[in-house]
């Protein structure tokens, strides 16, 4: 139950989210809801006013440019970003990263744009943005900002956005051609969220290993209250067969990856070649 009381606006365009967003220092701009409202119900967040931006049509498109960037908007969802083709196609590691997270609903709510801003260092969609070198478009009061993805992700839920800035767009630049991607989690078995994930891209054998640090005992594998985000900073491993090789369960939905076996990283990336899903044969021509 959310206990206090807010105003909320459903603003139709983004200029007038901007304004109503600088209207008030305790305002927040709700997408999918789907941290935001777990956050207000337990006291965590308290916003005054929810500027929701579910009724700007423009964020919600997935289109190419002339210059063959990739655009995707923030109210884009999860489940559209798995199942759209080009996104499959180019940015096949994103895809596979949406399609990885939480269960149907949540990827039917959640947004790229939430889960971007909210910036949890355990969420998927934050490793294939930096593997691909993408830019956040942000709109505030000023106009528009384009932040490189290395510069956005500060900390562990701290972001590059100014509080009176919303996240309008994620634009990915065009995929060289002969390169694919790939992703891979471990989730944590009881919230399903990545303990370890690694999204490759740009060829045949190489990879940018995103490794969360945890702040908490690593060896009891107690959760810490927080990740160091310092973690989600690009490494390249050098081949696919020495990957890391951490005796994690793969992951999928929760009950299908709790029913099969452990897995090492460098076994699920071979299978996932043998399969025709991995890095290395999803090239394009
Ligand atoms: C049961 C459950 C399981 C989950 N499992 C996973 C998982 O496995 N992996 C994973 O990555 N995530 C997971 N999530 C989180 C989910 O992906 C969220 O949808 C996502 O983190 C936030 O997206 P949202 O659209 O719901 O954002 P909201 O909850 O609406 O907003 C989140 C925050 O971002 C801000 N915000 C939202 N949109 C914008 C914008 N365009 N501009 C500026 N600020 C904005 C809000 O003000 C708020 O602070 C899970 C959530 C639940 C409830």
Redesign the pocket.
């Given at each position: 139950m959310i206990t206090h009381p807010f105003t909320y606006q459903a603003p139709a365009t983004i200029e007038e989210a901007v304004k109503r967003l600088g209207q008030n220092d305790d305002a927040?701009?709700?997408?999918?809801?789907?941290?935001?409202?777990?956050l207000m119900k337990l006291g965590l967040?308290q916003p005054e006013t929810l500027v929701d931006?579910r009724r700007i049509g423009s964020?919600r498109e997935i289109r190419t440019d002339a210059d063959g960037t990739i655009v995707i908007g923030?109210?884009v969802t999860?489940r559209d970003i798995a199942h759209d083709e080009t996104v499959r196609a180019k940015l096949t590691a994103l895809a596979d990263a949406a399609g990885?997270?939480?269960?149907l609903q949540?990827r039917a709510?959640?947004?790229i744009?939430?889960?971007l801003?909210?910036a949890?260092p355990?969420?998927?969609?934050p490793a294939p943005t930096l593997a691909y070198d993408a830019t956040i478009r942000a709109i505030g009061p000023q106009g528009r900002r384009d932040i490189p993805a290395r510069d956005y992700f500060k900390g562990a839920f701290e972001t590059a956005?100014a509080a009176n800035?919303?996240?309008?767009e994620v634009r990915f630049p065009a995929p060289a051609a002969r390169t694919g991607g790939s992703y891979v989690k471990f989730?944590h078995p009881a919230s399903?969220?990545?303990v370890t994930r690694i999204p490759s891209d740009r060829g045949r054998t190489r990879s940018h290993r995103f490794e969360g640090r945890r702040q908490g005992d690593r060896r009891s594998g107690r959760e810490g209250s927080g990740w160091d985000h310092g973690a989600l900073r690009p490494r390249r491993v050098r081949r696919i067969p020495q990957a890391p090789r951490h005796r994690l369960r793969e992951t999928g939905d929760r009950t299908r990856h709790q029913a099969r076996p452990r897995l090492t990283t460098r076994d699920i990336l071979l299978r996932r070649r043998r399969e025709g899903a991995g890095a290395v044969s999803l090239l394009r021509s």
């Open positions: 927040k701009v709700i997408a999918g809801g789907h941290s935001l409202l777990p967040a931006l964020l923030a109210l999860h990885e997270i939480g269960d949540v709510r959640g947004t744009g939430g889960s801003a909210h949890d355990a969420a998927d969609e956005l800035e919303i996240l309008a989730a399903g969220f990545a």
